[in-house]
């Protein structure tokens, strides 16, 4: 079974920091998503990364992916209230047959107070 | 709005009841993912549906089945309940059957599943 750790779990910080969440495992994936979802919503997609190694950034967030292609990490600057949610990592996984599911972490409850 | 529609929005039954989930997905649209998301054991892929066939079974229950239709829609139908099975139901829609490599899964708002 692959599992993706994700840490912290909970994290509060003021408007104006930084953070990184990051999102381990012991297995390799071809390629990692990072996904932020919001109360009663379903998750969002905000990047796909792919290569080991890869550094991917949409606008204030930076995202990568180890060398490895077993952990990525995600990086806020300068954080903003509408940043506040649950930010989840899926790594793909391949089936038999050549489809891929998502295997998601527990994500990272992220809350960013004025 | 992500194009994918669930309803209904929230249910409640009692244990030992049987309900049925459906799921639109985005206007062309081939793929259907079925997860269950709960506290403690977070997002968790149940199955997938490419054009009306099944594609991948992930930690589905045997008392869960799922289908897709001739129109794209699919039905998670959910039978012997118990309190364990109350979580969020998410559908999620992609073009292909290949996520994430070459297309992108769209969730719907999710069904809330509470068993009383």
């Known amino acids: 079974t692959q599992l993706l750790e994700q840490s912290p779990q909970f994290l509060s910080i003021q408007e104006g920091e930084n953070l990184t969440v990051y999102c381990n495992s012991s297995s390799v994936f071809s390629s990692l998503q990072w996904y932020r979802q919001e109360p009663g919503e379903g998750p969002v997609l905000l990047v796909t990364?792919?290569?080991?190694?890869e550094v991917k950034k949409l606008k204030r967030l930076t995202f990568q992916f180890g060398d490895a292609r077993k952990d990525s990490s995600l990086h806020i600057t300068a954080a903003q209230p509408g940043d506040t949610g649950l930010y989840l990592c899926?790594?793909?996984?391949?089936?038999?047959?050549?489809?891929?599911?998502?295997?998601f972490g527990k994500g990272t409850k992220l809350t960013v107070n004025p | 709005d992500s194009g994918v529609t669930q309803t209904p929005k929230h249910l409640i039954t009692a244990t030992g009841q049987r309900v049925t989930l459906r799921c639109s997905p985005r206007s062309g649209d081939l793929s259907v993912y079925w997860y269950q998301q709960s506290l403690d054991q977070g997002l968790q892929f149940l199955i997938q549906?490419?054009?009306?066939?099944?594609?991948a079974k992930g930690n589905i229950l045997e008392r869960f089945s799922a289908q897709q239709f001739p129109d794209l829609h699919s039905e998670l139908n959910l039978s012997s309940l118990e309190l364990g099975d109350s979580a969020l139901y998410f559908c999620a829609s992609s073009v292909g059957v290949r996520v994430p490599l070459n297309t992108e899964a769209f969730f719907g708002q999710g069904t809330r599943l509470t068993v009383v």
């Open positions: 990364v792919v290569t080991g190694g």
């Open positions: 549906y490419y054009n009306g066939e099944e594609r």
């Open positions: 899926a790594g793909a996984a391949r089936n038999q047959g050549g489809s891929e599911k998502l295997v």
